[in-house]
């Protein structure tokens, strides 16, 4: 004896098929939409690494300024060409500024991350001779390039400058 069955529908019988096939497609576009887990980012656009080597006209103590005049010391760079002392500290969020840099040796380096892609027309060493917050003079400029470095995006700019404690720079700029 025949039992009859139901026909099935077309929609019933292709169901399971889109589920499927709309069930692949999720998992294949979770899957692109991953990146490379927990590495760290890449560095922005916009902004790249700054690297720079100091030079000191001698480690000798005795050529270096007295320890009270000799409260910091670092790597400075500035978007623009500083007319004074004011010019420079009403434009401080524009500077990069290196850690602080080692005394009384022959040589030193800083790497600083993240330093904005531009150029940089003014930079150097500079020494705070006081306990005043803004007592700050270049001990030594970069001087390639009529003293301008360029920072592109993704890449690493290095810069050398030579400190002699005898002989600074003059300031503000163009002044002798």
């Not at 993240?114 to 940089?120: E, L, N």
């Not at 993704?154 to 002699?164: C, L, M, S």
Request: hydrophobic share 45%.
């Amino acid at each position: 004896m025949h039992v009859l069955r139901p026909a099935r529908s077309l929609l019933a019988s292709t169901l399971p098929l889109r589920c499927l096939t709309g069930l692949l497609l999720v998992l294949t576009m979770g899957l692109a939409a991953c990146d490379s887990g927990i590495a760290p980012p890449e560095e922005p656009p916009g902004f790249g690494t700054l690297r720079g080597t100091i030079r000191f006209a001698s480690a000798d103590p005795a050529d270096w300024p007295a320890l009270d005049s000799l409260r910091d010391l670092r790597f400075v760079a500035l978007p623009f060409v500083p007319r004074d002392t004011a010019d420079i500290f009403s434009n401080l969020t524009e500077l990069v500024i290196s850690p602080g840099l080692a005394r009384f040796v022959a040589v030193d380096s800083f790497l600083i991350d993240s330093v904005k892609a531009q150029v940089y027309p003014f930079s150097g060493v500079a020494q705070q001779f006081s306990r005043n917050l803004f007592d700050w003079r270049p001990v030594g400029l970069y001087e390639e390039n009529s003293g301008a470095f360029i920072v592109r995006p993704g890449e690493t700019t290095h810069v050398e400058v030579r400190v002699d404690f005898r002989n600074p720079p003059p300031f503000p700029p163009g002044t002798n």
